[in-house]
């Protein structure tokens, strides 16, 4: 019953650096989604892909790439990676766009 | 713009008292509105949701109303448990885009024996 799976769970980065943050879902959920969650900022939405095959902005891409590599998986790459990126990244699914979302346990990103 | 405003935390309370979390939105159109659990080290899970005006949604004990005049979606419980320390996110759908969700800023509870 894995649901939402990201790998890793924990990770530190020197400035300028590289990463890619892996998502699977095990639903055969159509959309997916990466959000970072900061104190008191709530989630925000980074990238999401709506269908396997879309993938679209969200409201702070900036510094980060997607890929919809299948209709499991939805990854998320820092080319090079910025102390402002320190974060939490949850990975979300849902049926279909705007139904319910689903999310990971977090990956826990820092930065330095 | 839509956005959703939750009361600070952290709450603090004893086991068995009563919890209320205010949740007050602004949207264009009609959303759907959703109250979302996380537990410490993992992800946010569904609580409750409600899709219309006068709807309440209600699980595990915790019950939300959906109040379009007031704009409003609190979140209660009448008697809470040390289980149920968390961070609560009110959260909107918003209806005129792909279904995009707009979460508060979360509000954390903690409950103490």
């Known amino acids: 019953n894995a649901g939402v799976t990201q790998t890793p769970k924990f990770q530190v980065l020197k400035t300028g650096q590289s990463m890619t943050l892996q998502c699977a879902q095990d639903m055969n959920h159509n959309s997916m989604y990466w959000y970072r969650q900061d104190p008191g900022m709530g989630l925000r939405l980074i990238y999401y892909s709506a269908s396997e095959g879309t993938t679209d902005k969200g409201e702070v891409p900036n510094g980060y790439n997607v890929s919809r590599l299948n209709k499991r998986e939805f990854s998320l790459r820092l080319e090079s990676a910025a102390p402002s990126q320190t974060s939490v990244y949850f990975c979300a699914s849902s049926e279909a766009a705007g139904q319910p979302q689903h999310f990971g346990d977090g990956t826990r990103l820092s930065i330095l | 713009g839509n956005s959703v405003t939750q009361m600070e935390g952290p709450v603090t309370l004893s086991e068995e008292a009563f919890l209320t979390i205010n949740c007050t939105y602004t949207a264009t159109g009609y959303p759907s509105l959703f109250w979302y659990v996380q537990y410490p080290g993992e992800g946010l899970q569904l609580l409750l949701k409600?899709?219309?005006?006068?709807d309440k949604g209600s699980n595990k004990g915790f019950e939300a109303t959906y109040r379009k005049e007031t704009t409003s979606f609190h979140l209660e419980k009448g008697s809470v448990q040390v289980s149920d320390s968390a961070v609560y996110f009110c959260a909107l759908r918003i209806t005129d885009s792909w279904g995009k969700f707009q979460f508060g800023a979360g509000t954390q509870v903690v409950v103490t024996p």
């Open positions: 409600a899709t219309k005006a006068d």
